[in-house]
């Protein structure tokens, strides 16, 4: 079956009965969305902070490729396998964007039996968070083109305007337009653009804050703009927008809770991607997940150098968190993909591509031991296609390189086939956990920090910057040279060129823009030819997905 259809089929419980048996959540705490989901209340969240914080495991993945990873299956499975050994644990997820559920990517709910429910409802609306993130970006952005339609008393320079608009689908026609036509009732006409809503500020900020006052405040001091001066910024709450923007987000900063086809809890909340932004759930869904069980899988976006990267340099940095261990998610046919085979031949056995692809996993492998200074568990993800010979090669290299692997066949056996990876991360978080360490100290310059990532991270020998970015970076670091860094960058590759694959090294990371994320509180780095909207693919998703007369939806995965 298609994993929409096991996901049709599944027995689901009551979100509220599953709230109260599994963890004592009563009903008041919860606002239901339908029987299967509901908002975690933050006051309730708030009333958990003297409990004793269980462990965090952190699941990421070699560089992607187009046959797939699974790392939010792995996520799932790995939850359910912990509660199947007898321990206490919730998983914390991101939300899908309708984006790639439309264009390429599909679905971010699992797969096969290693799934979160209800399916439809997570991969398309879900609870409307992305809608309230996307409505509050907008009013933003109509507030400023209203302020100087009427006077302009602020001296917004409109040349100068940092805040774009955002869509949650992927619209390459709309990375670059040009507003306020049709005469002065329309406004001063001016070039714009549109992000994705994950890649917008506001859902940085969702995923970073800490309470509702954090919220409004980390609101107010977004930039927006600069004044005529050149040098004046302008901020959100200079045009009293703030409290509006935060009221349109009164609901969606509480988190979301969901359930496994093995009916466990997990909390879904936020969406940013890793590639574009910083790729991780919410603060608030995690430290719930941790003060409400001992043990908590989360993800990080991406490969270790993207999600995890930013899981440690940004999240736990600013919301003070420790992860345990690393899971590394790994398959046969990513490696034999990164050894030079093609997507067509990936289901054959060839041994030589697989040696020849495993540097990229050891690459990975090396960067949680030895720059983030966690352990590392590798999941090799199960295709049936997989043959003996290739599953002992992979091992045995993983052996020599001292690191724990296991074969976790979550997607066709749920739970029960990731009993022996959920052991071996009992293992070591329980008698060895480890201490993170950040890839760059809070006082190196702005420059300094990216020049920290590309070299110890990505392997690259240079970094180069248009003279504009380099500027911008120099007069940021008095205000700013605080903040961490957020890369965006292909994901495909360690360098800034999707088609290098495997683990390229002495090359050089290009930065062509920067921006300002003063509310989340970081700065983001673009880096060579990087999208903030992604465009469709030849063949989108979307031509294949349908409802029929009784409500049932197809091609949903």
């Known amino acids: 079956m298609s994993d929409i259809e096991i996901a049709q089929k599944s027995k689901m419980k009551h979100i509220l009965d599953l709230a109260q048996d599994h963890y004592g959540i009563a009903s008041r705490h919860l606002e239901p969305y339908g029987h299967y989901k509901a908002k975690l209340s933050l006051n309730y969240i708030d009333s958990l902070k003297d409990r004793a914080d269980g462990k965090l495991i952190l699941v990421t993945a070699v560089s992607p490729t187009p046959a797939g990873e699974g790392k939010t299956t792995t996520t799932v499975g790995l939850g359910d396998a912990l509660n199947r050994i007898g321990k206490k644990a919730i998983m914390c997820l991101r939300e899908p964007s309708l984006g790639p559920c439309f264009g390429m990517k599909g679905g971010a709910a699992g797969g096969g039996y290693a799934q979160v429910v209800p399916m439809e409802d997570i991969n398309l609306h879900f609870t409307g968070d992305f809608h309230a993130i996307g409505v509050a970006h907008n009013l933003l952005a109509a507030m400023i083109d209203n302020h100087i339609n009427h006077g302009n008393e602020l001296g917004i320079d409109p040349r100068r305007i940092q805040w774009k608009r955002v869509v949650d689908m992927n619209d390459r026609a709309l990375r670059k337009i040009t507003i306020g036509l049709g005469g002065a009732a329309n406004g001063y006409p001016r070039e714009g653009s549109y992000d994705i809503v994950v890649a917008s500020e506001i859902m940085a900020i969702l995923c970073l804050t800490t309470s509702r006052a954090d919220l409004k405040e980390r609101l107010g001091r977004i930039v927006i703009a600069y004044k005529t001066d050149n040098k004046t910024p302008v901020y959100a709450r200079d045009l009293k927008a703030h409290g509006a923007m935060a009221v349109l987000l009164k609901d969606a900063i509480n988190p979301n809770l969901v359930q496994t086809l093995e009916n466990n809890i997990a909390i879904l909340h936020g969406g940013p991607f890793a590639n574009i932004a910083h790729g991780c759930n919410a603060v608030t869904a995690t430290r719930a997940g941790l003060k409400l069980a001992d043990y908590v899988v989360t993800e990080g976006g991406f490969g270790a150098d993207l999600g995890a990267e930013k899981f440690i340099d940004i999240k736990s940095r600013m919301a003070d968190l420790h992860p345990a261990a690393v899971v590394l998610v790994t398959t046969l046919r990513a490696m034999k993909y990164h050894g030079g085979v ?23 492998i090396r960067n949680i ?52 990876l959920a052991t071996a991360v009992v293992d070591i978080v329980d008698n060895k956990p480890g201490k993170h360490k950040y ?18 991270v990505y392997g690259a020998a240079t970094v180069s910057l248009e003279p504009k970015v380099r500027q911008q970076l120099q007069d940021w670091n008095e205000e700013y040279g605080s903040y961490p860094v957020c890369m965006a960058k292909t994901q495909m590759s360690f360098s800034t060129d999707p088609t ?51 409500g049932n939806i197809t091609g949903l995965f």
Not at 343 to 361: C, F, I, S
Not at 391 to 412: I, P, S
Not at 530 to 547: F, H, N, Q, Y
Request: net charge negative; with cysteine.
């Open 342 to 364: 093609a997507k067509a031949d990936l289901n054959n056995e060839n041994l030589t591509a697989l040696e020849a692809g495993m540097v990229n996993m050891e690459r990975h």
């Open 369 to 420: 031991t030895e720059v983030y200074g966690l352990p590392c568990v590798v999941s090799l993800n199960h295709f049936t296609a997989d043959t003996d010979a290739e599953v002992d090669l992979l091992l045995k290299r993983c052996a020599a390189l001292g690191t724990k692997a296991v074969v976790a066949k979550h997607w066709a056996e749920g739970g029960a086939g990731t009993e022996a």
């Open 500 to 550: 290098a694959i495997g683990a390229p090294s002495g090359h050089n990371v290009h930065v062509s823009e920067v921006r300002l994320a003063n509310g989340a509180g970081f700065i983001v780095a673009i880096c060579g030819n990087m999208m903030t909207m992604p465009g469709l693919p030849k063949v989108p998703s979307a031509e294949r997905i349908d409802i029929d007369d009784n």
């Open 439 to 456: 890839v760059y100290e809070d006082d190196a310059s702005l420059l300094e920090k990216i020049e920290a990532i590309a070299t110890k």
